[in-house]
């Protein structure tokens, strides 16, 4: 018997991968490889304790709300300690944003080249029923110089300044996905071993799909693009899924194909997700794999942050679903710039004094 088959190889750790991609750029120093390696860590903390939530009292909510205005669960504020913790301890972060604080957080590490911007638990609202949750970050080289505390220029870059983004899902099973401007790779972490392995090589996401992800709930606001789109996908027979948590209805339509869509609404007139934490490091992600981002007429990464908590209007995943979509939008604008103008308003005629 082959020997081999007695003890099959268990695959390639994140750890190990990230060392073997660092080989790929000759000038890398390590620093980047080292501020991954945080960020895992922390993510297999918040993954012990979000397997243990129902069991222990850190379920439920806060009772504060977060800069945003929302309702923060004891695991949202548990996550952002442990994902800025494991960032400071790290070294390699001089600033970070996060949705759950309202100002910038400098760490101390003032030498530090990067920045990370992170919703350290996104779809929080579901912890309580089981649904899955997930953690979303960007990583940014800093413009100005190191030795000091790092600043708005450092943190409000464009997505395509991105050196790094990624997502950790919570979910069946804990994965880790994430992007260095080389394709996307996914890793399925392994509780036994407390490792991340190796799942899924070189993520491509279907050019296009028949999954479409948005909140109907809302659609009395939606514009007359978007209303169209929704219902092209009717009458293509699409299948509605939308969970409710970004990062869940994400990586679904990455592996199947689909489009998720937050729109500008009545309640969230610029949409509800923010640009820098969630919108740009999955637009990163899903362009690597071959996707598309907008905010239905311009490139998500190419939108010039003005605020950190900044919000915007939100089309993301196959390319041909995202490039639909825009054009039901543009057909709509289009439609508005020829309008014709309303009649003016007759004067009354005033009578001779
Ligand atoms: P709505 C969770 O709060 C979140 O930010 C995303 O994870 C999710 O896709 C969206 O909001 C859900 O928002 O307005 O449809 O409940």
């Known amino acids: ?39 895992a860590l922390a993510a297999k903390i ?19 709300q977060n800069v945003q205005g929302e309702d923060q669960q004891k695991l949202d504020v548990i996550a952002n300690i442990r994902f800025i913790r494991a960032l400071r301890n790290g070294g390699e972060v ?63 870059q464009p997505g395509t300044h991105q050196v790094a983004a990624g997502y950790v899902i919570y979910g069946s099973s804990t994965m880790l996905v994430y992007t260095t401007g080389n394709g996307v790779n996914g890793f399925t972490y392994e509780h036994s071993l407390g490792e991340f ?3 899924h090589p070189d993520i491509i996401t279907p050019k296009t799909g ?33 969970i409710g948590s970004l990062v869940a209805d994400f990586h679904r339509n990455l592996l199947k194909g689909g489009i998720y869509v937050y729109p500008a609404t009545a309640k969230n007139k610029s949409g509800k997700l923010r640009l820098m ?31 950190p908590h900044e919000r915007c209007p939100f089309f993301i995943g196959s390319k041909e679903l995202v490039e639909k979509a825009e054009s039901f939008i543009a057909k709509d604008t289009e439609a508005c710039d020829h309008k014709p103008a309303p009649e003016p308003t007759p004067k009354k005629a005033v009578a001779a004094k």
């Open 210 to 242: 028949s999954i479409y992800s948005i909140n109907e709930g809302s659609s009395d606001s939606f514009s007359p693009g978007v209303a169209a789109f929704v219902q092209h996908c009717k009458d293509q027979q699409f299948s509605a899924r939308y």
């Open 277 to 307: 934490y969630e919108c740009n490091p999955l637009a990163f992600i899903v362009e690597q794999a071959g996707g598309k981002s907008s905010n239905g007429t311009r490139r998500t990464m190419e939108i010039e942050p003005k605020i």
């Open 46 to 64: 918040v993954n012990r304790e979000i397997n243990r939530s129902g069991l222990i009292d850190i379920a439920g909510a806060y009772g504060s």
């Open 94 to 156: 001089c600033t970070i944003i996060s949705e759950e604080d309202d100002e910038m957080i400098q760490t101390g590490n003032n030498q530090g080249k990067y920045v990370v911007a992170i919703d350290p638990l996104d779809g929080s609202s579901n912890i309580d029923v089981n649904v899955s949750i997930g953690t979303i970050f960007s990583i940014y080289r800093r413009v100005s110089p190191t030795g000091r505390e790092g600043t708005a220029a450092d943190c409000l």
């Open 1 to 39: 018997m082959d020997h081999n088959k007695l003890a099959l190889p268990v695959g390639t750790t994140l750890d190990r991968f990230i060392m073997r991609k660092q080989e790929d750029f000759p000038y890398a120093t390590g620093e980047l490889s080292q501020l991954l390696r945080d960020i």
């Open 197 to 199: 392995f190796l799942s």
